[in-house]
């Protein structure tokens, strides 16, 4: 193993996080290569997260403990980078853990000067067991014109996941950044954007170093944030296209993002009816909110895919005439995950319980 000598600064906000914060922090304190410091602030928690952090923090010199009203995680990284003192900084939240070289490995590439930033793998798990880092180390380095172009598609477009997260950031490149706090939703895609445009080389290791911890009863799993998350794609959109025409020149390049990210909002609704995260009434609250909305109509229109309208074909299928609708929404799922061929069905019922589960169905061969 290489020798790294970076100074990193990890950031940990937390809410009401009392039954994982300290396997956060156990995960970020094992690392091969050790942190400078770890910043964790608690926003506004009600529960022992506070507690069990200061204790931590009296027992580690390096954990430096913050407190805030609640204000969101947004407002809690802002803060945390007020304080961070390392030249490198890494984003933890605080149900999830990093694998033991997850450091290192994302040091490699930066310390070895082949890429400005660097980004890891992950694995969504639901509990400690069956989980394991690959094994391998050599990053794919982007730094053509036309591979950056096609990581800031990939990356702003929705194909690949844009997680803070999974970036190893340089100090100075966040130096004056700050996270929007009026996004609830989709807050790191917004972050990220300039950002991606602006290093000249990008490192993507084929190492899954970060272990995401899906709570099925977490807050964005109920129906009150589904709906926020979803009636507020036209504000993420506007912000997208403005970072893109503000740094970029090419319409090809912003038509197609706009048309991805279109395309993965229509993946996200269909994750939301095959798990039963949507009721059919909430899915009319959405069609409600966004029939209304010209901008977001207008950004269909401009990326080409106005026929496999998302809230259109949802609402013909689940309103007014399902078994006609449900083949062309099939028809549309199979264009964003492209397996057309792979959809050669005739729908001959229309419960609910038959499109949930055939979206189910769908998702699972489709790789979801």
Not at 128 to 142: H, K, L, M
Not at 150 to 177: H, M, N, S, T, V
Not at 201 to 208: E, G, K, N
Not at 229 to 252: G, R
């Amino acid at each position: 193993m290489i020798a790294i000598d970076l100074n990193i600064s990890v950031i940990v906000p937390a809410y009401n996080a009392e039954a994982a914060i300290e396997r956060c922090i156990h995960s970020i304190q094992d690392q091969t290569l050790q942190p400078v410091e770890i910043i964790v602030v608690d926003d506004g928690s009600t529960d022992s997260t506070l507690a069990i952090v200061t204790e931590l923090a009296d027992a580690d010199h390096r954990i430096k403990v913050v407190s805030q009203a609640n204000a969101g995680v947004s407002a809690a990284r802002n803060l945390a980078l007020d304080y961070c003192s390392g030249d490198y900084i890494l984003f933890v939240d605080s149900d999830d853990w990093i694998h033991r070289e997850a450091l290192y490995r994302l040091s490699y590439p930066l310390a070895t000067g082949e890429a400005e930033l660097s980004r890891m793998q992950y694995q969504m798990v639901e509990n400690t067991t069956n989980v394991a880092a690959n094994a391998r180390i050599r990053p794919r380095v982007y730094q053509s014109f036309a591979d950056l172009e096609a990581i800031q598609r990939a990356f702003l477009g929705g194909d690949e996941p844009c997680y803070l997260w999974l970036f190893l950031f340089p100090a100075q490149l966040l130096d004056g950044r700050r996270f929007d706090i009026s996004l609830a939703w989709m807050e790191d895609v917004v972050f990220l954007a300039p950002i991606l445009f602006e290093v000249h080389s990008i490192a993507i290791l084929d190492y899954c170093g970060y272990f995401y911890f899906q709570n099925p009863v977490g807050a964005t799993s109920s129906p009150r944030h589904m709906i926020r998350n979803i009636v507020t794609q036209t504000n993420i959109l506007l912000e997208i296209d403005n970072i893109v025409s503000s740094y970029s020149t090419s319409t090809h390049l912003r038509s197609s993002i706009i048309s991805d990210r279109l395309l993965a909002f229509g993946r996200y609704i269909v994750s939301c009816v095959a798990n039963d995260r949507l009721s059919i009434e909430e899915l009319q609250i959405v069609h409600a909110t966004l029939s209304k909305d010209q901008i977001y109509f207008r950004y269909f229109q401009l990326s080409g895919v106005s026929s496999f309208s998302v809230v259109g074909l949802l609402l013909d299928m689940v309103v007014k005439g399902r078994e006609r609708s449900f083949l062309v929404y099939c028809r549309f799922l199979a264009m964003a995950y492209r397996f057309r061929h792979q959809i050669r069905t005739v729908v001959q019922r229309s419960s609910e319980h038959f499109i949930r589960t055939r979206a189910r169905r769908l998702l699972l061969q489709n790789g979801s």
